[in-house]
């Protein structure tokens, strides 16, 4: 079970990297799914992307993939109002398909994105048992 635990976890840390890069790299798209009553937009956006970025990087380094972890799991949670206002507004991003119905769909995927990253907070059986 170790091993798949890695190979996820690689894929987790691979894609944060690339879509913390995509925040630099096509910071409009991100600026629009920000709901108005936030300020500063584009510091968001770099901030939220720097963010992905550290976490996926930390995903990777055994000392730190737990804490690594628990801060996707909460930056998740954090992010989800920007999702929700994307689809209750029905905000068009590129690089994304543009479907209403695809929107509502990453609800769900962005809950398994959470339990995802919360099985990485947890110690394996084999670690407790080593560590006994």
Do not use: C
């Amino acid at each position: 079970m170790r091993r798949y635990k890695t190979v996820f976890q690689i894929i987790l840390a691979i894609g944060m990297v690339v879509v913390g890069i995509l925040h630099f790299t096509h910071t409009g798209g991100f600026e629009k799914i920000i709901p108005d009553f936030l300020p500063y937009h584009l510091p968001l956006v770099y901030g939220s992307g720097f963010l992905e970025v550290l976490a996926g990087v930390g995903l990777l380094i055994p000392s730190v993939s737990r804490f690594a972890a628990r801060f996707l799991v909460v930056f998740y949670i954090v992010i989800f109002p920007a999702n929700l206002y994307q689809a209750l507004n029905n905000i068009e991003v590129a690089g994304l398909p543009h479907d209403p119905p695809l929107i509502w769909l990453r609800f769900p995927f962005l809950a398994l994105i959470v339990t995802w990253a919360w099985w990485f907070t947890r110690e394996n059986i084999n670690e407790v048992s080593q560590n006994n």
